[in-house]
């Protein structure tokens, strides 16, 4: 009797005897497991589904291969699927989303590149798993972002299965291909009332956005700035939701771009936030970390000040501000500051002067101004610079050298503050305080000048960083045009004292440092605004002032071009010159005299050319005076140089500039075109008439008008025929004129009157008389030139044929001697007519002829 079949087995039968098989081996499909996890007709075998990942979960204790994440990360949201009905599900899911914060593992070099998508897709999915609601998911989430983003692989070598981890930079790389960090920004809106997740999720969010840029671009691209700062004073201000958001907004600051986290902070709601937080922190903070954590938030403030459209002062921030920095200087009864406690530390010194940076940085908004109006901002900070006094520092007030940091910060804010807020300004008498303290520079005291801000680079040591910002101060105030204040500085001694702070640096070893050179320039150029246009005040200048002058304008040449800054030192000299000197007949006998005249040329001759237009221009006016042109005409430079010489040289310079070419005699090719070559992008001003105000052909005109056009020694011909283009300027000018208007004329399509075209034609023609006539003389002046030089070398060429001459009568007479010395019948022969000749009388020649074939005889015979 045949046995009866048995009975064939079902699909989980299979299904579960191959796993068997496969637990028997150690080896674990994925690929099964994910179909078991997704097959319906396994959805009842909990029990079993938990035990294949619980198999799996200690598989993989050493991470995750890279050909093994596409079915990870189906197995994590297939387990983020049945956690939410089946809570027994999460304490898997949290063991696989451990192993995700290892390294990810490697079997070949090129894993990394084959396998890359699906790498950056399973991390993609680890921060989209943020939305189950369970906390300990959200926990572990962000704990395995933290492990994964900053795990050292350095201990890990390669296993025995032939796996090894991931480096750490490609690690990196993968979360910012996979936008995490945006994901997790999103997921803030998630963590209302879950302080302890939210704190681990700024954790992450700072870690992640520690030194990674593509961080920090996908963050503020989630607006992130905007939604921490929303987050920062939830809860305890104090706690640590602030410290971390203050970090993170510090990541983003230095790592992402500043101008997305400004617009982002300068919402009102931030600025609120920002607010609230910073003066918490200033009014109930005591610790060190506290004090830290305040000048960070007012760092942020600051930057959000520098953005105009930032509602600061509608959210009252400013006016509250100017209490802080007027601090403790001044004393109020705002209940703001009247507890308010310094400890004078150095975190307390940080935030005075980032108070007083950011009043500067508010400066350019008219309403904050008036705000520093009614706050007394101008008080304090006048308060600030004033010099102190050398008495023992008491327990509340800063240090010598935190007081000289704020003293040059205070400066460095009146140098913007000042010429906006001059009612102020005047009003607590500024001109007064900064001359005080402008004297206080330059006394001889013990001040050894400790701060060390970089305010005070290059005058440490000394009183130089003080004096630098001091007359910074006074050239923005002088620079506007305000008589009053300019007046105000002249009455209380501003010239007397700024040359004595140039005689200073007169012949100091450290007057050649930039800072130095820096003081020097702009304490003449508050000379020249103070005493342009008033006779009294040049007359205050006095020849103390043009002995100073006289000797900036010996300084050597070669220190022009030094590259150091002396050639600016060397224009505002001269500006000086122009402006404090010129007018002024007293001073200018003085500078005259004492030799200013012949140091302009020299310094004329050797400048380069962009400080001749002012060189040029000083000059013409000192030519006003007779005795300047005497001096003008009588001075010698370098290789015997006149001073008609250098001009006409700088003439022809200045026409190789304008484009008008010259024959290879000097005399002008086109003569008829005198206008520059190049077009100018002003079309209202007639050419002729830019011509004069863009180069130096009318200044240099007015100075040989000044000069004379004759009896000028020392001339070529080629000066010559420069000098009479220059002698007839102003009538090219005219031609100039007349050929701009019937250009106009024609352009226009106008047609003159009969009578405007006679004027017009007889002009034309007395222009090309004038033409004409420079061109005769011009070659009458090449034709007397090639006469002297034929002449010259007629008188060469006799010069030469009577040196030859006297060669042969020196040859021929030492011949003789060789005769006579030689051959003694020559000798006695010689003898015989030397006493004929001496019988013969006065008529004899001079001396006796040898004749005959004796005569020939040579030494060597």
């Known amino acids: 009797m045949l046995s009866s079949a048995p009975p064939a087995r079902s699909f989980l039968q299979k299904r579960v ?80 989303l451990q192993i995700c914060g290892l390294p990810f593992l490697k079997e070949k070099v090129s894993d990394e590149t084959r396998f890359c998508a699906a790498a950056t897709d399973c991390v993609s999915q680890i921060g989209l798993l943020m939305r189950i609601p369970l906390p300990e998911v959200r926990q572990q989430i962000c704990a395995s972002v933290i492990s994964f983003y900053s795990h050292n692989t350095h201990t890990h070598t390669h296993s025995s299965d032939g796996a090894y981890p991931t480096h750490e930079h490609y690690r990196g790389l993968l979360v910012e291909r996979s936008g995490l960090a945006e994901t997790l920004v999103m997921s803030l809106a998630l963590m209302e009332n879950q302080l302890s997740i939210k704190l681990h999720l700024l954790q992450t969010l700072q870690i992640l956005s520690r030194t990674s840029e593509g961080n920090c671009r996908v963050m503020l691209r989630a607006r992130a700035a905007q939604k921490i700062c929303f987050h920062m004073s939830e809860c305890d201000p104090t706690g640590p939701v602030l410290f971390r958001c203050s970090e993170i907004l510090w990541n983003l600051l230095e790592n992402g771009s500043r101008e997305e986290l400004t617009a982002q902070l300068s919402d009102s709601a931030c600025i609120a936030s920002l607010k609230e937080a910073f003066f918490h922190q200033l009014l109930n903070g005591f610790r060190h970390y506290d004090r830290q954590l305040r ?80 706050g007394r901002v101008m008080l304090g900070l006048m308060l600030l610079i004033k010099p102190r006094s050398p008495e023992p520092r008491s327990r509340c007030s800063w240090t010598p050298g935190q007081q000289e940091e704020l003293q040059l910060q205070a400066l460095a804010c009146l140098i913007s503050l000042a010429p906006l807020m001059l009612d102020d300004y005047m009003t607590c008498q500024g001109n007064t305080l900064l001359l005080l303290l402008l004297d206080w520079c330059l006394q001889e005291d013990s001040f050894s000048g400790r701060g060390h801000s970089f305010h005070g680079s290059g005058g440490r040591g000394g009183k130089k960083a003080q004096m630098r910002y ?5 050239r923005s105030v002088v620079s506007l045009d305000l008589e009053a204040l300019r007046q105000d500085l002249c009455d209380q001694g501003a010239i007397g004292q700024l040359l004595g702070v140039l005689r200073w640096f007169i012949g100091r070893p450290e007057a050649e440092d930039a800072v130095s050179l820096e003081i020097q320039i702009d304490s003449q150029f508050i000379l020249s605004v103070l005493c342009e246009g008033d006779m009294h005040k040049k007359e205050l200048f006095g020849s103390d002032g043009v002995e100073m002058l006289i000797q900036y304008l010996s300084l050597d040449t070669a220190l022009i071009f030094s590259g150091l800054g002396h050639n600016k030192l060397m224009l505002s000299t001269v500006d000086c010159v122009w402006s404090c000197v010129v007018g002024c007949f007293g001073t200018e006998d003085v500078f005259v005299a004492g030799g200013g005249v012949d140091l302009l040329l020299q310094q004329l001759q050797r400048s380069p050319t962009h400080m001749l237009i002012a060189l040029i221009g000083t000059l013409l006016e000192l030519c006003e005076s007779p005795q300047a042109v005497t001096r003008v005409q009588c001075w010698r430079g370098e290789r015997d140089v006149t001073a008609p010489q250098l001009l006409l040289q700088i003439w022809r310079s200045e026409e190789e500039e304008m484009g008008i070419t010259r024959d290879r005699h000097g005399v002008i090719a086109d003569v008829k075109r005198r206008e520059p070559a190049s077009a100018s992008s002003s079309h209202d001003v007639s050419s002729a ?25 020392g001339l070529s011909a080629e000066d010559l025929v420069t000098l009479s283009i220059i002698r007839r300027y102003l009538d090219f000018k005219v031609g100039e004129v007349l050929h701009e208007v019937s250009a106009e004329l024609l352009t226009e399509g106008a047609t003159p009157v009969s009578t405007d075209e006679e004027a017009l034609k007889s002009l034309r023609q007395v222009s090309d008389d ?18 002297e030089e034929l002449q010259e070398e007629k008188l060469l060429y006799e010069e030469i044929g009577f040196t030859h001459k006297q060669r042969e009568i020196a040859a021929e007479a030492w011949r003789r001697y060789v005769a006579r010395t030689s051959n003694y019948s020559v000798l006695k022969e010689f003898k015989r007519l030397r006493e004929e000749w001496s019988t013969s009388g006065p008529d004899a020649p001079s001396e006796p002829a040898l004749k005959g074939p004796e005569t020939q005889h040579t030494l060597s015979d």
């Not at 090449?782 to 006469?787: M, T």
């Open 295 to 374: 000048n960070d938030l007012l760092v942020l403030l600051s930057l959000i000040a520098s953005n105009p459209s930032a509602p600061l002062i509608e959210s009252g921030f400013v006016k509250h501000l100017t209490l802080f920095v007027t601090f403790p200087e001044l004393k109020s009864h705002n209940p703001l500051v009247r507890n308010l406690k310094l400890s004078f530390n150095h975190e307390d010194f940080e935030m005075k002067k980032l108070l007083l940076n950011v009043i500067v940085v508010l400066s350019r908004d008219l309403a904050a101004l008036q705000l520093f109006k009614e």
């Open 470 to 474: 001091c007359v910074r101060v006074l």
């Open 770 to 787: 004038t033409l004409n006539n420079v061109c005769s003389l011009q070659q009458s002046i090449l034709g007397r030139q090639q006469q």
């Open 689 to 713: 008439v830019r011509d004069v105000l863009e180069n130096l052909c009318a200044n240099i005109y007015c100075i040989f008008w000044k000069l004379g056009f004759e009896h000028l020694s």
């Open 17 to 96: 005897v191959s796993e068997k098989k496969s637990e028997a081996v150690g080896f674990v499909d994925l690929s099964r497991v994910v179909q078991l996890l997704q097959d319906p007709h396994s959805s009842s075998l909990k029990e079993r589904q938990i035990f294949i990942l619980r198999k799996v979960v200690k598989r993989c204790q050493r991470g995750f291969l890279l050909r093994d994440l596409a079915d990870i990360c189906k197995i994590l949201n297939l387990c983020a699927e049945k956690v939410t009905d089946r809570p027994e599900y999460s304490k898997i899911l949290c063991d696989l």
